[in-house]
């Protein structure tokens, strides 16, 4: 599997997300696999937008929080079936397909 996140599939994940970081809220400039790249792919339910400070200094310095919030996910379960929480208080599951289902908001 290729590294890179493919265009169309980058592309759409920044528009649906609208930019934001999932975790703060503030414009994007990254996008986090929530299952490792080998384990889970390039599927949008894999795919969440974040900003520099959140993905480094709090999902990947915080496993066990972002495990808890859907950030990360294990290699056990499949992305779509794992709710993420949103910067907005929104509980959200994401789809293969694009769409975000509202669990809560």
């Not at 599997?1 to 169309?8: D, G, R, T």
């Not at 390039?42 to 999902?59: F, K, Q, T, Y």
């Not at 694009?98 to 669990?103: A, E, V, Y």
Request: charged letters at 30%.
């Amino acid at each position: 599997m290729p590294n890179e996140i493919p265009s169309a599939t980058r592309k759409k994940v920044i528009e649906r997300d609208q930019d934001r970081c999932w975790v703060c809220g503030m414009r994007g400039s990254e996008i986090q696999h929530r299952k490792r790249r080998r384990e889970g792919g390039h599927g949008m339910a894999n795919l969440i937008r974040v900003c520099h400070s959140c993905h480094h200094d709090r999902i990947h310095r915080n496993p066990t929080w972002a495990k808890e919030h859907g950030y990360t996910v294990s290699s056990y379960a499949d992305p779509a079936d794992v709710p993420v929480d949103r910067w907005d208080g929104a509980i959200v599951r994401l789809g293969d397909d694009g769409t975000m289902t509202f669990l809560s908001v």
